[in-house]
């Protein structure tokens, strides 16, 4: 749907697959100041409205996602996209937008949102510590919950550089099995390879505790580095 606002006379037209889109008459829509009142969502109408004019104030492209309803009285998410026209005095005369649904792409990321909360729900609670090692920049870029509860550690202990955080913490004598482990990890050409070895990691009270890991590749660079 394409739309342009005349300012000074607040007159607003639409082309024809706006009123098939919602399915209401031409004459729902006769200005931009009483036509998306009762259209919008209530959720969204205050955030749309402080969005438009944070933006038309400034004379600004405008862009926002948002819940309209239907002349059936359903709601369904559409993106909207206006940017100013002005004359030859350099003030805004028009704006000239398009209304895009996106109800179905929505309802996608509304289930991949719910999908990785999910996954991520499970991540959080498994029993087994988890954690994801950036190898390039020498650093963990995350773990779960279980090393507090295994090891007695905060999270935070793995804000250490990797390096120093094996150091530290693995057994002297299992560390080079470690770092043998990792070059390995390194070499491999298949991401599907998982990787076991015993290990005693020091948890909270300086006590020995014999883990056993497994190890794979989660992500490559564009230039195949692990």
Not at 57 to 66: N, V
Not at 71 to 99: A, C, M, Q
Not at 114 to 120: I, V
Request: charged fraction near 30%; aromatic fraction near 12%; proline fraction near 4%.
């Amino acid at each position: 749907t394409i739309w342009d606002w005349d300012i000074a006379k607040d007159q607003i037209k639409y082309n024809s697959s706006m009123y098939k889109m919602f399915g209401y008459t031409a004459t729902t829509f006769n200005s931009i100041s009483d036509s998306w009142e009762d259209k919008i969502h209530p959720d969204d109408y205050k955030r749309v409205i402080d969005l438009w004019f944070q933006h038309s104030t400034k004379d600004e492209p405008y862009e926002a996602e948002y819940r309209v309803k239907k002349y059936n009285g359903e709601y369904r998410w559409h993106l909207g996209r206006s940017n100013p026209v002005k004359g030859p005095d350099n003030t805004v005369d028009f704006w000239i937008g398009t209304v895009t649904d996106i109800h179905e792409l929505k309802e996608i990321q509304e289930k991949l949102k719910a999908s990785e909360h999910f996954t991520q729900t499970l991540i959080d609670n498994s029993p087994d510590i988890i954690v994801i090692t950036d190898y390039i920049n020498n650093k963990n870029t995350y773990s779960n919950r279980a090393i507090s509860r295994v090891l007695g550690y905060d999270e935070k202990v793995l804000e250490l550089p990797t390096s120093e955080y094996f150091e530290k913490y693995l057994h002297p004598e299992d560390l080079p099995k470690v770092n043998q482990l990792i070059e390995s990890i390194r070499a491999d050409t298949s991401d599907d390879i998982i990787h076991n070895l015993i290990i005693r990691v020091k948890d909270s009270h300086d006590r020995w505790r014999w883990l056993q890991t497994k190890a794979m590749i989660f992500n490559r660079t564009e230039s195949g580095l692990v």
